[in-house]
């Protein structure tokens, strides 16, 4: 669960700062993107697929979010029995949730991104280094390199992406930007 943090400021979400797991892609809210928001895509980098089938006939899902001083579990456990009134953690008075379905599977492939630099006749992998993915529709994300100097984008639809690198842009190991 960690790895799923995020913060609120002025009622929008304005920074990712999960850690400890899978990476969840980012982009600029194109609603409120004047206040400073972004997105946060729900599943991770994972392929094939990013969500476990439902046992609610509909296809239904439900996305919780509270502040992690009332989140009432291990945020390292992936679930957590809580007890009553409790669902996987999250206490309901204290949290705020949607419900969702996700699109059926279609055909998606992988696009695998890496960073390199040369020192002395030799390759160098760079950790960190952020790269914007523009998806066909014109939707972009921020992704940031792995210790192998690479991140691997999945689930991606047919169509044409644009791949852009933020120059001097370098997320540290805390979870933030330096450019």
């Known amino acids: 669960m960690s790895n799923r943090r995020f913060k609120v400021a002025g009622g929008v979400i304005t920074t990712y700062t999960g850690v400890g797991g899978a990476v969840h892609p980012t982009g600029i809210d194109r609603d409120p993107a004047s206040l400073g928001a972004i997105t946060i895509r729900l599943a991770n980098l994972s392929c094939p697929t990013d969500f476990l089938d439902t046992t609610n006939e509909g296809g239904v899902y439900k996305v919780w979010a509270t502040p992690v001083r009332d989140f009432a579990g291990d945020p390292a456990k992936v679930d957590n029995d809580c007890g ?27 696009l695998t991104i890496r960073k390199q630099f040369q020192q002395d006749g030799t390759f160098v992998p760079q950790e960190g280094w952020q790269f914007d993915v523009t998806d066909p529709l014109g939707a ?4 940031f390199t792995d210790p192998a100097g690479q991140v691997q984008v999945c689930g991606l639809a047919e169509g044409a992406y644009t791949i852009s690198e933020t120059l001097g842009a370098v997320r540290d190991g805390g979870g933030s930007h330096r450019e």
């Open 140 to 143: 972009t994300n921020h992704y």
């Open 84 to 110: 009553n009134g409790c669902f996987h953690g999250f206490v309901p008075s204290k949290s705020k949730t949607d419900n969702f379905k996700t699109k059926p599977q279609a055909p998606t492939f992988c």
